[in-house]
């Protein structure tokens, strides 16, 4: 968890709230949209949320205010410089604009590639979309978007400028699962498969099931599959 407000964190807080508009196809409703049920939420706020949570039917989210938060720095300089450039073009999409600029050769810039989480499992709490690039100092950035609206075609934010240590950082999603009794029984997430204390493939763990088990029982959390004590998560980032 961080500990101050970045100008990062305050510009991932506005994302996360921007409103991403509606549509009569969505099925979020009338507010059931992440930028709906985000409104009024400060950095603060995303930031006292759990890196990590189980949900009651087993399975695991991470939490995408800290996930942003952990491996991205907010670059104004080179943030102002997009908009002023998609300014200048306000019928193109976000998507192909991003694009367009990350491969802009006269600009110095070299595109890496793009990537939407949705495409891959994913245990983010809310769908991402951003373009790598390098720019004409051979800075690693990134332009990214936040998905905050119903259906995943559409609704995402504004694209901002951030930088970030490893082109592959935002593909990388790592987490903990572990009892809360006095035992070191744990597991790891990572990208797609648990993986024990050992570091060997964890196949039987299994939150879903767990999850069965405990509904089927009234324990009202999700047991341990060792001792049975209370499970809880965390994230971070592992690059």
């Given at each position: 968890m961080i500990q101050t407000i970045t100008q990062t964190a305050e510009v991932?807080?506005?994302?996360?709230?921007?409103?991403?508009?509606?549509?009569?196809l969505d099925s979020g409703g009338n507010s059931g949209r992440h930028w709906q049920q985000q409104q009024g939420m400060t950095a603060a706020d995303f930031a006292a949320r759990p890196s990590a949570t189980i949900h009651e039917y087993g399975y695991l989210n991470?939490?995408?205010?800290?996930?942003l938060t952990d491996v991205l720095y907010y670059e104004p300089e080179a943030d102002a410089a997009f908009q002023e450039w998609?300014?200048?073009?306000?019928?193109?999409g976000w998507l192909?604009?991003?694009?367009?600029?990350?491969?802009?050769?006269?600009?110095?810039?070299?595109?890496?590639?793009?990537?939407?989480?949705?495409?891959?499992?994913?245990?983010?709490?809310?769908v991402i979309q951003y373009t790598v690039y390098l720019d004409h100092d051979q800075h690693l950035r990134v332009l990214l978007q936040i998905h905050g609206g119903a259906?995943?075609?559409?609704?995402?934010?504004?694209?901002?400028?951030?930088?970030?240590?490893?082109?592959?950082?935002?593909?990388?999603?790592?987490?903990?699962?572990?009892?809360?009794?006095?035992?070191e029984h744990s597991w790891d997430?990572?990208?797609?498969?648990?993986?024990?204390?050992?570091?060997?493939?964890?196949?039987?763990?299994?939150?879903?099931?767990?999850?069965?088990?405990?509904?089927?029982?009234?324990?009202?959390?999700l047991p341990c599959p060792e001792c049975g004590a209370k499970l809880e998560a965390w994230a971070s980032h592992c690059i």
């Open positions: 991932i807080a506005g994302m996360l709230t921007e409103n991403t508009g509606r549509h009569i991470i939490d995408l205010f800290h996930y998609a300014a200048a073009r306000p019928d193109d192909q604009l991003m694009e367009e600029y990350a491969e802009d050769a006269e600009l110095g810039h070299e595109l890496k590639f793009t990537e939407n989480s949705y495409n891959h499992e994913s245990s983010l709490s809310q259906d995943v075609r559409g609704g995402y934010t504004r694209p901002r400028v951030f930088s970030m240590p490893e082109e592959y950082a935002l593909f990388t999603e790592y987490a903990t699962v572990r009892c809360t009794g006095e035992s997430w990572s990208i797609s498969e648990w993986i024990d204390t050992e570091g060997r493939s964890a196949s039987d763990f299994d939150l879903y099931d767990i999850s069965e088990k405990a509904r089927a029982s009234e324990l009202g959390y």
